[in-house]
């Protein structure tokens, strides 16, 4: 099913019902719209960050500890 025959369907559905139930359908589309662009704000602040030489510098810092240095190991279950 293609975009725009979904929109179609969805229209004519809506312009059969109340007023007070197409404005739930219209307050409910707001809704997942707001939700879908926090998700694309939130993967694109999630790129831009990994794309950051903010902490490179952390890759060159010598590691100061080992596996050895552990007193207690624990071991995943799985």
């Not at 025959?5 to 359908?25: C, F, G, N, Y």
């Not at 831009?48 to 500890?65: G, P, R, W």
Request: aromatic share 8%; hydrophobic share 35%.
């Amino acid at each position: 099913m293609t975009l725009q025959t979904i929109i179609d369907k969805t229209v004519q559905v809506i312009s059969q019902l109340p007023e007070d139930k197409a404005s739930e359908i219209s307050d409910f589309a707001d809704f997942i719209m707001k939700k879908h662009e926090e998700q694309l704000l939130n993967e694109h602040i999630q790129k831009l960050v990994q794309q950051s030489k903010s902490f490179s510098f952390l890759d060159e810092e010598e590691e100061i500890y080992t596996l050895d240095d552990l007193k207690e190991k624990y071991h995943e279950q799985g």
